[in-house]
């Protein structure tokens, strides 16, 4: 079993299965990649994927227990070239966080000059992405940190530490009827058109999922991609906003008001998750004791390795 081979496949699936781009990610060729893969499906005595005539289509049940050994193997091997870089070299180190956007914005960018007067000779990667992906990027070894809402699932490799929770509430005029209403419920909402975060974001899912469990389908008829759009959306016109709590500024928009909706929609919460077991530079855990006001590193490494 080579080294190569593993790389070909984590590249394959990490592209949607498309060999073409796995190859020009990787500086080989498609034909190179497709013998890698074969030599290892015939070395393990496992089909690894799901095929359509010539087409991979997806990972075989196999297969999919072993990317997950394999995406482990990888992170190792990016751990034992971070050892080398941090006692080798002082300086050119970067520290990568993947985060929603929400924990971007009210988690991380308070503390980032904090963290430049401990190290400023490291470079910060903040990557914006979607719950799922960036546990992904973490149990690979392709982020340090991530900062993750609105779990479906946690994943056994990797220590996840709570940060907080928000709420969502709805955003209307002061002229607006449901503003006259001492409470809220889901048939109220769906009289009216709504204005809200895009498919696929975090607060979005927690709505679909709340009108869902009540057999109710909300009336979204403006998908926004950020807070202050939703806010001068409402502005604008009379729809009724869903947003997070902490995006609205009551000073700064006079004419609006927000109502409660913690009967109807569930808190968001936020952890910050690490790969369980890995090797972290001082420098990461210098940012997490900033992130996690109160821990240290010997509390997250005895968590990070169940001591």
Known sequence: MKLQQLQCLHEVVKQGMNMSVAATTLYTSQPGISKHLRDLEDELGLQLFRRSGKRLVGLSEPGEKILQVVENVLADIRAIKQIS???YKNSGNTLMIAATRHAATHRILPILNQYYQIQPNIALEVQEDEPIKIAKLLASGETDIGIISDL????PDLVYFPLDSW????????????NQKKRIEFKDLIEHPLSTYARGTTSRNVIENAFAEQDLSPRIIHSLSKSKLIIGDIKVGNNVGIITETEFVAEEHPELTIISAAHLFNPVRTWVAIRKNSYLRNYIYQFLELLLPGSRRRDIEKQQHNL
Do not use: A, F, G, S
């Not at 479906?152 to 994943?155: C, I, L, S, T, V």
């Not at 709420?167 to 449901?178: A, F, G, M, N, S």
């Open 152 to 155: 479906p699932d946690m994943r």
């Open 85 to 87: 870089t941090e006692y």
């Open 167 to 178: 709420q969502l509430v709805i955003l209307v005029k002061k002229t607006h009827p449901l």
